[in-house]
């Protein structure tokens, strides 16, 4: 959420602020001279993971999900952890100013590579979950529609007959099996097809046809139910 990032980018800025009045308010470290090689390569390192963590952060909070926000946490996480330990050696760097630069290059980079690798494995993992959680939403999506209008049919019956029929659909649709696969499209067509006949039954306040049609739901639906026990 746009709100949410607000706020994280505000305390981000804090900490960088902070980090430039530690890095360059003292005048030098232990007497030593203080901008060195290895100085601006732990400066430069700090700096990269600065600007990585605020990426990391905008792609993970810019969803308006809640779910998905939830699912990216662990990148939020894990850019932080690697923030830290940045400040760590990064640190180091710049405070033991008689480090050779060759060793800070070396350092720097290894690190800099355990981050990237820590946070793309992360995005790759949230991935995986959102294609899952795509996938059953994709497969629940017939029996959650056909939920909802089956409620919504209970209301537009004319008798209390006609009523008692389709709260008997809406209860055997409720309990379906709320996973779909390719193999039930035929039984679904079907369901979906008695379906419209009976909302048009109910519609007309045809008793006798909403007593069959719903009778042949309730058989159709059972079927299904068998066909997805035999699928898993």
Same mark, same amino acid.
């Given at each position: ?20 009045? $530690? ?17 601006? $390569?732990?400066? *430069?390192? $700090? ?40 400040? %760590? ?23 800099? *590579?355990?981050?990237?690798? *820590? %946070? ?17 939403? *994709? ?53 979906? $097809? ?16 909403? %007593? ?21």
């Amino acid at each position: 959420m746009k709100k949410t990032f607000k706020y994280y980018s505000i305390i981000w800025a804090v900490l960088f602020i902070l980090f430039q009045v $530690i890095a360059f308010a003292p005048a030098g470290w232990l007497g030593l001279e203080k901008y060195t090689a290895s100085f601006w $390569i732990g400066y *430069a390192f $700090i700096l990269l993971s600065f600007a990585g963590q605020l990426l990391c952060a905008y792609f993970a909070l810019k969803e308006n999900n809640i779910k998905k926000i939830f699912y990216n946490i662990s990148l939020v996480t894990t850019s932080y952890t690697g923030l830290i330990l940045s400040f %760590v050696f990064g640190g180091l760097c710049m405070m033991i100013s008689t480090l050779p630069y060759w060793v800070g290059i070396v350092l720097c980079s290894v690190l800099l *590579a355990f981050n990237v690798i *820590a %946070v793309l494995k992360a995005a790759a993992a949230i991935e995986l979950v959102n294609a899952v959680d795509d996938k059953v939403k *994709a497969k629940t999506s017939f029996i959650k529609s056909l939920t909802a209008d089956a409620e919504g049919l209970i209301s537009r019956a004319k008798s209390e007959t006609v009523k008692a029929e389709c709260k008997k659909v809406y209860e055997a649709v409720r309990y379906s099996d709320p996973m779909s696969d390719e193999a039930l499209s035929a039984i679904e067509d079907e369901i979906t $097809i008695q379906f419209a006949k009976l909302t048009e039954a109910v519609v007309e306040g045809n008793e006798i046809l909403t %007593v069959e049609t719903a009778d042949e739901l309730a058989v159709i639906l059972a079927d299904r139910n068998n066909k997805c026990k035999l699928l898993k």
